[in-house]
């Protein structure tokens, strides 16, 4: 059983980090708190500098009594901090490189259970079933931890995307998988899941 907390996203006028969110990751946790960034979905250049963001921006809600410790997930340690780690955080970029990468360490589902996961954007795509990727507005395949498809950034002005736009890639979505339902996350936005 694990977890997940798929988010939105952000942009440059908005955080996917707000105080919510982090109470909701922290929920259940002990005082010691062990957080792993999994920045697949970046380029390698940019790993370090968008999990220090990320610390930066979660450190500003952490209360008094939790005590956080970060680590940043490569692939030469990503079975060790894997299971190091209480929760995975895992931000946006690219689901499609996300996804390849992930499948190379073998079943997440089984090596991240018991574990909170919280993914922004193209991280909550990866946990779907399906979703659309906005910059190219294809549809992909995710893991399926979640029975829905998602839409994240849903309503923003990302990508240049108009309310039309929105209403046919979620349209979309429902012909790709139908009966199956649409998580339209706008920025910032998260729901939680146990599975």
């Known amino acids: ?23 909701s990751m922290l929920r259940y946790q002990p005082d010691k708190v062990k957080v792993a960034f999994c920045v697949f979905a970046r380029l390698e250049d940019d790993w370090a500098k968008v ?29 060790e901090v894997s299971a190091w780690a209480d929760i995975i955080f895992m931000p946006g970029g ?22 909170v996961i919280v993914g922004s954007s193209a991280g909550a795509m990866v946990m779907c079933n399906k979703y659309v990727y906005l910059q190219d507005k294809t549809i992909g395949q995710g893991f399926g931890w979640l029975e829905v498809s998602c839409l994240p950034h849903y309503g923003s002005g990302f990508s240049g995307y108009t309310q039309e736009d ?3 890639a979620e349209l979309e979505l429902l ?13 910032g936005e998260f729901a939680e899941f146990t599975v």
Do not use: C
């Open 1 to 23: 059983m694990k977890r997940l907390i798929p988010v939105g996203g952000s942009s440059d006028k908005t955080t996917d980090i707000t105080n919510n969110l982090v109470e």
């Open 51 to 79: 999990m220090d963001n990320k610390v930066t921006q979660i450190e500003k809600f952490v209360g008094r009594n939790k005590k956080i410790s970060y680590k940043l997930l490569t692939d030469e340690n990503f079975i």
């Open 94 to 115: 690219d689901p499609y490189i996300l996804k390849e990468k992930l499948e190379k360490h073998g079943d997440l589902k089984k090596l991240w259970d018991n574990k």
């Open 166 to 168: 929105w209403e046919r």
């Open 175 to 187: 012909k790709q998988s139908p009966g199956q339902p649409v998580l339209r996350l706008a920025e």
